[in-house]
């Protein structure tokens, strides 16, 4: 798991974001369920997948679902906390 010494720059978030997206969209029920909290349409989405805005609202899915964000973490190997890390990360470069 990413030790909480290192900080996450905005490469290291973006990859988080694009993994979450992946692991989202490999399970039907958990991107219908995102695809109705954010109001976006599948096309938009692979349209914006690289988007900041895009990547903000999966990893702030991710961490509004405590169970969600456990299983992603551990899918990936990554300490839960640092995926609100790289939500502030994104949203710092993209105010």
Do not use: C, W, Y
């Amino acid at each position: 798991m990413r030790s909480k010494r290192q900080p996450i720059d905005r490469d290291a978030a973006e990859a988080i974001a694009l993994q979450g997206l992946a692991f989202l969209a490999a399970e039907p029920a958990r991107v219908r369920r995102f695809l109705l909290a954010t109001g976006i349409e599948p096309a938009e989405m692979r349209v914006r997948a690289n988007t900041p805005e895009l990547m903000s609202a999966v990893l702030e899915h991710l961490a509004a679902d405590e169970s969600l964000l456990l299983v992603f973490a551990a899918t990936h190997k990554l300490a839960p906390e640092s995926i609100g890390e790289a939500v502030r990360v994104l949203q710092a470069a993209h105010p």
